[in-house]
């Protein structure tokens, strides 16, 4: 699997009217999007915001009480949880979701593309080269993430910026349309952070898919992210180009209690 | 995966020194890797001989563990790779066990065509013990499948037309000979009958290496390290753990059928009470969780070591020796015989995967 450009034109992600309520608690209300054109969309917001719901929204994890998100017309609120993956819909974990007791080259192979492939485990049955293919991806994968010389290190026990990427090159394995990355840079060092926004940017060059990205750390958000959406108790405040929305005083009121320019966090 | 299906021989022997390594360095697919296995097979094959020459008494217990081993062959595969409890796998057993001793006692079949049907009973068995694993887990799981070990001996009671009642089935003597294509005489009996449960353990162990090493045995791990991660990319959670009791429902059925023609008598006071799922259970985190071989080593002490004791120990004092060194047992090696040796063995040998890029230098 060489990491060519994909000819095939950016998964439509539209989240429209969706309201997600816990008992009388509203996480969300009404939050639509339209992430038309695809891109580095960042997702920012106080704490409590509804941010990470609507991850989980999108990503099945929640079920919403109304409203709809549809992926290129298709409403992916009908499908199972494990379906989703098969739609190019692929994520990472605010808090780490890695496979512990499993090596790390597992925890990333676990991500690939799940064809019809049977018998891959009988020796002589199997088609032959197909283990071969997702083997080499697998590896390319975790060379570009500098990960090779942890490759057969089981998950736990490893270090957080390490798990990180980890996280980061399973969600990628699947080659995503739509990847959903819930704080990566959270947790990590300075050099870290820097080296995350070069690689989500050479992600965007060579899959192209539609990124939406919760992040907390503006330096990060500011440099990838063509568009942001600005959310609060639930609700969108602002959505446009970077440039404009950091300037918005609505955000910067929201974000910061007023006074300040978001680039000076 | 590959370190436990390669098992730690002291293969560092013949191997050239390399004073500036201080791990053996072992490429998958390489001669030297070969030679490994296929000395690990050689000295397999030569255990297996020297085992065929023990007197038959003897004989007869190996057999014994032997089909342990298999019935913790298949209780691994849920518990040890899927991570649901189950402590309902004597019933599993039993299942396999009447299966056969029914067939052959009321039909009149040859026990060994009774096999295929021990497993697929089994199967279908360990699939409807898996289904509220859909559901629940952890010590819910392991309520309900309780359930089914305590209610399996009641069933067989229930039902003294079919299966004997209290008294249980007694296959007959000519059953259990060896068939005349064999060459082997009725005296021959262990050894036709250590050599059928033999086979069925090394049929088990390379159905459950076929399934690692496939994409159900990375979902079955991925569930059992994260549920909701593993749904996340794709795994069908429920599928996954049902396949999973399925194969070691037909596993442990298997070593049912094989325990009906070592033992040739069934009853349900005898091998299927709680008592013997926990003795698997023990077998398995003694042996290793989630280890290819720790169901032999697990197998080996639960059957041998209340042997060793009682002939140093008279009456109750063995059992209470056994419990004790059960427990200092988990103490020292927490994950297991040959989870320490896996361990030990990685420490020394850096095993390389096929397709690995060359090592880089270390990162500053």
């Known amino acids: 699997m060489p990491s060519t450009p994909v000819a095939a034109p950016p998964a439509h992600l539209r989240i429209d009217r969706l309201t997600l309520e816990f008992g009388g608690v509203r996480a969300l209300s009404e939050v639509s999007i339209d992430l038309a054109g695809g891109g580095i969309i960042g997702l920012i917001g106080p704490n409590g915001a509804g941010k990470t719901s609507l991850l989980n929204c999108i990503s099945g994890f929640y079920r919403p009480t109304s409203g709809d998100v549809t992926l290129d017309g298709r409403s992916v609120l009908d499908m199972r949880r494990h379906q989703l993956a098969g739609q190019g819909i692929a994520r990472t974990f605010q808090n780490l979701a890695l496979f512990g007791e499993m090596s790390v080259y597992d925890n990333v192979a676990a991500g690939a593309p799940r064809g019809r492939r049977r018998l891959r485990g009988v020796p002589g049955l199997r088609p032959p080269g197909t283990g071969a293919a997702e083997r080499d991806a697998v590896w390319a994968m975790l060379e570009r993430f500098d990960l090779v010389q942890h490759a057969r290190h089981p998950a736990h026990g490893l270090p957080f910026g390490t798990l990180k990427r980890v996280e980061f090159a399973r969600a990628l394995m699947a080659r995503p349309r739509v990847l959903l990355l819930d704080e990566p840079a959270g947790g990590l060092t300075h050099t870290e952070v820097d080296e995350l926004g070069g690689l989500i940017t050479d992600v965007v060059r060579d899959l192209a898919p539609v990124v939406l990205l919760i992040e907390h750390h503006m330096g990060l958000i500011l440099s990838v992210c063509s568009r942001i959406v600005v959310m609060d108790s639930g609700r969108t405040i602002a959505d446009g180009p970077t440039e404009q929305v950091r300037h918005d005083p609505a955000v910067i009121s929201a974000y910061l209690g007023g006074g300040a320019d978001l680039a000076a966090r | ?364």
């Not at chain 2, 409890?85 to 006692?105: D, F, Q």
């Not at chain 2, 082997?184 to 159905?207: E, I, N």
């Open chain 2, 1 to 364: 995966m590959t370190t436990t299906t390669t098992p730690p021989a002291p293969a560092v022997a013949g191997a050239p020194p390399r004073p500036s390594a201080r791990r053996l360095r072992l490429v998958i697919g390489s001669t030297r890797h070969r030679l490994l296995v296929l000395g690990s097979w050689l000295v397999v094959a030569l255990l297996v001989l020297a085992a065929t020459g023990l007197e038959p008494y003897r004989l007869g217990q190996l057999s014994g563990a032997v089909v342990i081993a298999t019935a913790i062959v298949g209780l691994n595969v849920v518990t040890g790779y899927t991570g649901l409890l189950s402590v309902g796998h004597s019933a599993l057993l039993g299942v396999g066990a009447y299966t056969t001793g029914v067939l052959v006692v009321q039909l009149n079949l040859l026990p060994l065509i009774t096999v295929p049907a021990a497993v697929l009973t089994g199967a279908l068995v360990g699939a409807f013990v898996g289904l509220p694993s859909i559901r629940i887990r952890g010590l819910y799981l392991a309520m309900v499948t309780l359930a089914l070990a305590v209610a399996f001996p009641e069933v067989l009671r229930a039902l003294p037309e079919v299966t004997g009642g209290n008294s249980g089935l007694s296959i007959p003597l000519r059953f259990l000979a060896p068939p005349a294509w064999t060459g082997l005489t009725l005296a021959d009996r262990p050894l036709w009958t250590f050599l059928l449960c033999l086979s069925a353990l090394l049929v088990s162990m390379l159905l459950v290496w076929c399934v690692l090493r496939s994409r159900l045995g990375r979902d079955m791990r991925a569930v059992r390290d994260h549920e909701a991660a593993a749904e996340s990319f794709g795994v069908h959670v429920a599928r996954t753990k049902i396949l999973a009791f399925t194969i070691s429902g037909g596993i442990t059925g298997l070593a049912g059928a094989m325990l009906a023609m070592y033992v040739g008598a069934l009853s349900p006071a005898g091998s299927f009470t709680i008592l013997k799922a926990i003795e698997l259970l023990s077998g398995l985190v003694l042996g290793g969780v989630a280890t290819q071989l720790g169901p032999l080593v697990g197998a080996a002490v639960v059957v041998y070591l209340p042997v060793l004791l009682a002939d140093v120990v008279q009456g109750q004092g063995s059992g209470v020796l056994f419990g004790a060194l059960l427990i200092v047992i988990v103490f020292v090696m927490p994950e297991g015989v040959v989870g320490r040796l896996n361990k030990l063995w990685r420490q020394r040998v850096d095993v390389v995967p096929r397709g690995m890029p060359a090592p880089v230098a270390d990162p500053p």
